[in-house]
């Protein structure tokens, strides 16, 4: 079944440094790969997501490349800032319309 | 105007008693979810219904039950609470779409259950 692997945390940067979060996962065929972010006190909201093979998606800074060759989908910004520390998920879906998410990334971002 | 509205978002009560937590989307999706997530912030599906039907039945103690009146509502009965209830439960929802892809999930806020 599908499976997703991503990166634990936490992890701690300062402001303006570049960010990589790591999500490999295992599926059958090839789904939309999703990354969801989770503010302090909030539920999960959609960052950013891909369709397809090759396809970048992309938000507030973030990018995410659906790599086939290596099923990744890593999670990249190139300055991070205080307002981005939140824990992070990478996702896709599992069978019918349920996902199955990553254990979560959180990351800290001091000034 | 809230798309996934979930009540309350804090709840705290005793080991053995009944509670239960709301959920309410005004998105006109056709398949609602509860999920848990534990301290260490691991997210794991619960329930999830499609057009007031039952689709997905994780391992989920009985002791827990979703209702569904309508599809934009999914509440979640526990009956008998146990420490280990203890965690904060998101609804989401979310639009299957056409030609079998699958669309995003929509979450609440969560409702954080503490039980003593």
């Known amino acids: 079944g599908n499976s997703v692997t991503q990166m634990e945390g936490p992890v701690t940067l300062s402001e303006e440094a570049f960010l990589t979060i790591n999500c490999t996962y295992t599926a059958t065929g090839y789904p939309s790969l999703f990354w969801y972010v989770q503010y302090p006190g909030e539920g999960l909201q959609l960052l950013l997501k891909?369709?397809?093979?090759?396809d970048k998606g992309s938000n507030k800074g973030f990018e995410a490349t659906y790599r086939k060759e290596t099923t990744s989908f890593h999670l990249e910004k190139g300055s991070v800032q205080v307002s981005d520390s939140a824990v992070y998920f990478c996702?896709?879906?599992?069978?019918?319309?349920?996902?199955?998410f990553g254990p979560g990334t959180r990351l800290s971002v001091l000034p | 105007d809230t798309a996934v509205s979930q009540t309350p978002k804090y709840l705290v009560t005793q080991m053995g008693n009944d509670k239960s937590i709301k959920c309410e989307q005004n998105l006109g999706h056709d398949t609602m979810y509860w999920y848990k997530q534990d301290s260490k912030k691991f997210l794991k599906i619960m329930f999830s219904y499609n057009n007031k039907e039952l689709i997905i039945n994780e391992t989920v103690p009985n002791r827990f039950s979703p209702k569904s009146p309508d599809k934009a509502h999914l509440n979640l009965h526990i009956n008998s609470l146990e420490l280990g209830d203890s965690a904060v439960y998101f609804c989401?929802?979310?639009?299957?779409?056409?030609?079998?892809?699958?669309?995003?999930?929509?979450f609440g806020e969560g409702s954080r259950l503490t039980v003593l």
């Open positions: 891909a369709t397809k093979a090759d």
């Open positions: 989401a929802s979310s639009q299957y779409l056409a030609g079998g892809s699958t669309g995003e999930l929509f």
């Open positions: 996702a896709l879906p599992l069978y019918g319309q349920n996902f199955v």
